[in-house]
């Protein structure tokens, strides 16, 4: 079979199945895993799939953004994990940068009462948890509310975290990888994550497993501006040794 004959097969086959996996083309198609990657490569490259880790996806199958509520209860349990080793990280005194996000948002209601940090975030319910801890110093950034994420964006956002140098800016992303960096489904969004990144001195990334290999519209970063990514036991050796190859360390709890 030709090249040109495999690949259109391939991109049936994604869009009858939703997605298609590397080992099993190989295995259907008798060629090497590599030639396959070739193959998804050119497909991706014509826009007619979607490169993700281990295969690909059908252009059609967007990534739709969930509301607050269905985020919070995905993967809870990851997320509290998460949250506890990302505290960890944190300095015991110092100026932090605390991204929107549900599992920053538990990384917050962990933060002891005590805490005499000084805090930067653009969300409301971050803000909201922190509000009652009188050693600690918050900064609310102002903007745009985005009601699906409780978030401010936009124009003043971004004016406000250009006057911050913070020691540790903790970031979540609604997916990342080597190939695709770190992304979201909203342009405004990435634009202050983005920001973020450039704010802080460390930068610790907090992303549950399920979020590896996903690429979402808007990329705001690479993984090699990550100093730490926090995630799940669900990230495998491999997946760990190939994002650690990126540059950052990876913890997963």
């Known amino acids: ?39 998804l490569s ?29 985020r919070d209860s995905t993967a809870a349990a990851e997320k509290e994990r998460i949250a506890k080793a990302a505290l960890a990280l944190l300095p015991s005194e110092g100026s932090v940068i605390l991204d929107a996000g549900t599992t920053v948002s538990r990384l917050a209601a962990l933060l002891p ?22 050693a600690l110093s918050l900064h609310l950034i102002g903007g745009r509310l985005r009601h699906r994420t409780h978030a401010s964006v936009d124009a ?34 990435a634009a202050v994550k983005r920001a973020m990144l450039g704010s802080a001195r460390r930068v610790v990334l907090v992303a549950d497993s399920s979020k590896f290999g996903t690429r979402h519209f808007a990329r705001f970063g690479t993984l090699d501006q990550v100093d730490v990514l926090v995630t799940d036991t669900g990230l495998t050796d491999e997946q760990a040794a190939e994002i650690e190859d990126r540059g950052p360390e990876v913890v997963r709890a």
Request: no cysteine; aromatic share 4%; glycine share 6%.
């Open 113 to 134: 009462v005590d805490s005499a940090l000084t805090v930067v975030t653009n969300a409301l319910p971050v803000a909201a948890r922190l509000a009652d801890h009188p």
């Open 156 to 189: 003043w956002a971004l004016r406000d975290l250009a006057d911050v140098h913070a020691d540790v800016a903790v970031v979540a992303t609604n997916g990342f990888s080597r190939q695709d960096g770190l992304s979201t489904p909203d342009l405004t969004e």
């Open 42 to 70: 050119a497909l991706d490259r014509a826009g007619l799939l979607h490169r993700v880790h281990g295969g690909a996806l059908p252009v059609g199958a967007l990534h739709l953004e969930p509301g607050l509520a269905e």
């Open 1 to 39: 079979m030709y090249a040109p004959e495999r690949q259109q097969q391939i991109l049936h086959l994604a869009q009858e199945r939703g997605r298609v996996e590397v080992p099993a083309l190989a295995e259907e198609f008798r060629v090497t895993q590599e030639t396959i990657r070739r193959d």
